[in-house]
């Protein structure tokens, strides 16, 4: 029988966001397809996120654990999903299109000799083959790629596809130990925690990005931060921001930073440039403030505001207070 993996992301042993994304359109291929489904999660904790799979319908699991893959390393992690795919004659592979998807893709594609497609937004069956649908050109248009090789891996974008979340299965996890890495093989070194706490960008539904025409950094603090709060969001921000230094490079979104697809995008002072729309074109629905009216993210955007945001975004921001007060 033909096998779906759904490689699901986790960190200390708690799913990622991303990961029921990705074991929800697992289910949903399966179903149309007639495959078998197969979560597979990897890494210290990875037993435990595993079990959690049964809330998107997954019943069976396979956790990756032990010594050669309890700190990241990226051919090791490879190998050891290769060796996964192949025991179990996996004909579909997917996972989120995250920085995790981003190290692994490529090795997973050369190991299992097969083609990936990058941040895909759609699958279908097209004559009993698998079309993905991802994007292209900066986001300025959407290519069909159908899979030459089996098995076919995708990697999907965050918030496109739904989570069917709340099914309330059991999952029956088996726990392997990780397939022996390359004998040259990288090792993480340091991992520096960021944020503080912040909502992950990739992961958010609602984002509030800013760009150069908040001038300076304080006023980008004491404006975007108080309406993200508001809005329970992630902060976002332009590249020319982050390479001004007023903001990490955490928080870029666009072609050299993040890909970003979440229900609600606030682009304040950001003039649309084809590199940001290419991180963002995608949200749901897209809200831009500018005092130019002819700056091309309102070419994008669902909704748009003319006007300078020192005024604008501090009477947004009392007003998604007032309202929220109300209820």
Known sequence: MACILAIAEQADGKLKKVAGEVASEAVRQGAASGASVLGVTIGAGAAAA??????FGVAQAVAIEGQGVATYSGEAFAAALAAVAKEKGATLVLMGATSFARDLLGRLGALLESCPAADCV??????GKLVARRPVYAGKAL???AFGASPAIASLRPN???AAKGKGATTSVATVAPAAPPKSCGKLVERVATGGGRLEL??????????????????????IEPLAAALHAAVGASRAVVDAGWRPHGEQVGQTGKTVAPKLYFACGIS?????????RTSKT??????????????????????????????????????????
């Not at 984002?207 to 006023?219: D, H």
């Open 50 to 55: 595993a079990a959690q799979l049964g809330d």
């Open 122 to 127: 759609a699958l279908a069956a097209d004559g």
């Open 143 to 145: 290519q069909n790629v």
């Open 160 to 162: 496109v596809f739904a």
């Open 202 to 223: 990739t992961e958010a539904e609602r984002i509030v990005s800013g760009g150069r025409g908040l001038k300076n950094p304080e006023t980008f603090t004491k404006l």
């Open 272 to 280: 649309g440039a084809i590199q940001h729309l290419a991180g963002m």
């Open 286 to 327: 897209i809200v831009a403030i500018n005092k130019d009216s002819e700056a091309p993210i309102f070419k994008v955007a669902d909704y748009g505001i003319v006007g300078d945001v020192e005024e604008v975004l501090p009477a947004l921001t009392e007003a998604v207070k007032a309202l929220k007060a109300g209820h």
